[in-house]
């Protein structure tokens, strides 16, 4: 079975600070992982996605993970926060190798951006 | 280019009263179709999904059920709403062929029930 522990359900940063939002994961399977994002009373935009191969994942908006097989982890960065960064951040796992993959959802980080 | 149209956007319902949500996709044939349930403070719940028209899986038993009479129309529906049913609701899409896990979701449909 998959799971995704999110470690933080709120996160607060400055504006032009470095942002660090952490997941675990568990998988009886060679995962996909996922970090999708949530604005207020919005559904969710997919940010990037690792899926076996660069371990260092890029996605938008200037958002990068980094998949760590050895310590079962998929963190969420950014170099610089942006006001516009605000929201609900979601990381997610998918085991690739069943039939229909079901995505299995964390209970979510909020990010505050002071300015 | 794929979009994907959910309503209402809120709802507010008695116990008791029926409901129907709807979403329809366009842009895109033979899609997986999914609802989700995001409760406050807690992750998505995936309630149903779809891989056909007419098949349809359902992940917890609830008072809820869904239908997919087209391709690209997926509806989330109940008899008699319980207090317990409250919350925000997401439709989503993914491709059937090459599917990588990504999902595109719906703006949501808040339901209160009172």
């Known amino acids: 079975a998959q799971s995704v522990t999110q470690l933080d359900s709120h996160v607060s940063v400055s504006e032009g600070t470095p942002v660090l939002l952490r997941c675990n994961y568990s998988?009886?399977?060679?995962?996909?992982l996922f970090w999708y994002v949530q604005h207020p009373n919005k559904g969710l935009q997919l940010l990037l996605k690792?899926?076996?191969?660069?371990?260092l994942v890029k996605g938008i908006n200037g958002f990068e993970a980094e998949f760590k097989k050895s310590e079962t982890s998929f963190h969420l960065t950014k170099p610089s926060a942006h006001m516009s960064d605000a929201a609900e951040y979601f990381c997610?796992?998918?085991?690739?190798?069943?039939?229909?993959?079901?995505?299995?959802f964390g209970t979510g980080t909020r990010l505050l951006v002071s300015p | 280019s794929q979009t994907i149209h959910q309503w209402p956007a809120t709802l507010v319902q008695p116990v008791g009263s029926p409901l129907s949500l709807e979403c329809t996709v366009e842009?895109?044939?033979?899609?997986?179709l999914y609802w989700y349930r995001q409760a406050a403070g807690r992750g998505l719940q995936l309630l149903f999904y779809?891989?056909?028209?007419?098949?349809i899986s359902s992940e917890v038993p609830q008072n809820l059920s869904a239908s997919r009479p087209q391709d690209r129309q997926f509806i989330l529906s109940s008899k008699k709403l319980l207090l317990s049913d409250s919350g925000f609701y997401l439709c989503?899409?993914?491709?059937?062929?090459?599917?990588?896990?990504?999902?595109?979701f719906g703006e949501g449909s808040r339901l209160t029930v009172l």
């Open positions: 989503a899409w993914s491709q059937l062929a090459g599917y990588t896990g990504e999902l595109f």
């Open positions: 998988s009886s399977y060679s995962p996909s």
């Open positions: 690792y899926t076996s191969a660069a371990t």
């Open positions: 997610v796992v998918s085991a690739r190798n069943t039939g229909f993959q079901k995505l299995v």
């Open positions: 842009g895109t044939s033979n899609p997986n």
């Open positions: 779809s891989v056909g028209i007419g098949q």
